[in-house]
């Protein structure tokens, strides 16, 4: 009897052990794992994991030409010395196919040094679907997916921490993100983003590479044509605009630009190099610099 007793003890010790990890488990696992029933419930998932903080990976294609070599190495400056622990941050130059033989060999050795440059199988053109090119080819030449895949200009700064913070709590599918225009708007769902930067959810860039809708529209503005895609294709119905945190330089397009702001995610029409110094001289981009008898600054 007391042997039966002291089994009872232990079954049901063992029982209380065991619904306490399995409670530890539910209470530790990821979101997806506590809905699985329906469709429904896995987008409501994604919703919460969306907002919850968790780390995401963002691509940006500044589209730029080959010859532009002073300015690609500049930027690689620029970004090089930021970064965000919430996301996985990468910045390729993306420029269409290249036939001169000495920029061939210039570029090969950028490709060995940085691994930062995308060529696209494209005749190089700012209106002419370089920018559906750049999409649509994604999903095949990547060897991995990102939640969001973003297209810059050269001629734009962005901070890299700031733009971070105001993705990671949107959606991560559906999404359609960046500076609308026409410019006095701050609709979203009216227009479409400008060409200065804008990103997409992954899913979006699938739809891209796969639809009839863009392929067959690829010559035009290539940011209206983009909002124009979204819009036939009823897509993209997540949209945010990051105004007045986006922005043209100040008086280089009326009602487009303002005055630098502490708060910018984005200042576009840098396309002299005194707008570029004011641009870096604001932001103290340079803050970190320690002293050291190496250099005299």
Same mark, same amino acid.
């Not at 700064?157 to 913070?165: G, K, M, N, P, T």
């Not at 990103?199 to 590479?209: F, G, P």
């Not at 796969?210 to 290539?222: L, N, Q």
């Not at 280089?252 to 502490?262: A, D, I, Q, W, Y």
């Given at each position: 009897?007391?042997?039966?007793?002291?089994?009872?003890?232990?079954?049901?010790?063992?029982?209380?052990?065991?619904?306490?990890?399995?409670?530890?488990?539910?209470?530790?696992?990821?979101?997806?794992?506590?809905?699985?029933?329906?469709?429904?419930?896995?987008?409501?998932?994604?919703?919460?994991?969306?907002?919850?903080?968790?780390?995401?990976?963002?691509?940006?294609?500044?589209?730029?030409?080959?010859?532009?070599?002073?300015?690609?190495?500049?930027?690689?400056?620029?970004?090089?010395?930021?970064?965000?622990?919430?996301?996985?941050?990468?910045?390729?130059?993306?420029?269409?196919?290249?036939?001169?033989?000495?920029?061939?060999?210039?570029?090969?050795?950028?490709?060995?040094?940085?691994?930062?440059?995308?060529?696209?199988?494209?005749?190089?053109?700012?209106?002419?679907?370089?920018?559906?090119?750049?999409?649509?080819?994604?999903?095949?030449?990547?060897?991995?997916?990102?939640?969001?895949?973003?297209?810059?200009?050269?001629?734009?700064?962005?901070?890299?921490?700031?733009?971070?913070?105001?993705?990671?709590?949107?959606?991560?599918?559906?999404?359609?993100?960046?500076?609308?225009?026409?410019? *006095?708007? $701050?609709?979203?769902?009216? =227009?479409?983003?400008?060409?200065?930067?804008?990103? #997409?959810?992954? &899913?979006? %860039?699938?739809?891209?590479?796969?639809?009839?809708?863009?392929?067959?529209?690829?010559?035009?503005?290539?940011?209206?044509?983009?909002?124009?895609?979204?819009?036939?294709?009823?897509?993209?119905?997540?949209?945010?605009?990051?105004? *007045?945190? $986006?922005?043209?330089?100040? =008086?280089?397009?009326?009602?487009?630009?303002?005055? #630098?702001?502490? &708060?910018? %995610?984005?200042?576009?029409?840098?396309?002299?190099?005194?707008?570029?110094?004011?641009?870096?001289?604001?932001?103290?981009?340079?803050?970190?610099?320690?002293?050291?008898?190496?250099?005299?600054?």
């Amino acid at each position: 009897m007391k042997q039966r007793s002291i089994f009872l003890v232990m079954l049901n010790s063992s029982v209380i052990l065991a619904v306490f990890v399995i409670f530890l488990v539910l209470l530790n696992a990821p979101i997806r794992f506590l809905f699985t029933a329906s469709p429904e419930n896995a987008f409501k998932v994604d919703e919460a994991l969306a907002t919850s903080g968790t780390r995401f990976s963002l691509l940006i294609g500044v589209l730029t030409r080959p010859n532009n070599y002073d300015r690609r190495h500049f930027l690689r400056l620029v970004y090089g010395i930021q970064s965000s622990p919430v996301a996985e941050v990468q910045v390729k130059f993306v420029f269409c196919s290249v036939t001169n033989p000495e920029q061939k060999i210039f570029l090969a050795l950028e490709i060995l040094r940085f691994n930062d440059i995308i060529i696209l199988n494209c005749t190089e053109n700012m209106n002419f679907g370089k920018t559906y090119t750049y999409f649509s080819s994604l999903p095949d030449i990547l060897p991995r997916r990102f939640d969001y895949v973003m297209k810059a200009d050269d001629d734009v700064y962005i901070r890299l921490a700031q733009l971070v913070s105001s993705l990671q709590p949107l959606p991560r599918q559906d999404l359609y993100y960046g500076f609308v225009l026409p410019c *006095p708007s $701050m609709n979203p769902h009216e =227009g479409y983003m400008s060409g200065m930067g804008f990103a #997409l959810s992954w &899913d979006l %860039v699938e739809w891209i590479a796969s639809s009839e809708i863009p392929k067959h529209d690829t010559f035009g503005p290539e940011d209206k044509l983009v909002g124009r895609w979204l819009n036939k294709g009823k897509k993209a119905r997540n949209r945010f605009t990051s105004k *007045p945190a $986006m922005y043209d330089y100040p =008086g280089t397009n009326g009602r487009c630009s303002h005055e #630098l702001v502490p &708060d910018t %995610v984005a200042v576009h029409r840098l396309k002299r190099w005194d707008r570029w110094l004011r641009v870096l001289e604001f932001f103290n981009v340079t803050k970190e610099l320690n002293h050291s008898k190496l250099y005299n600054l």
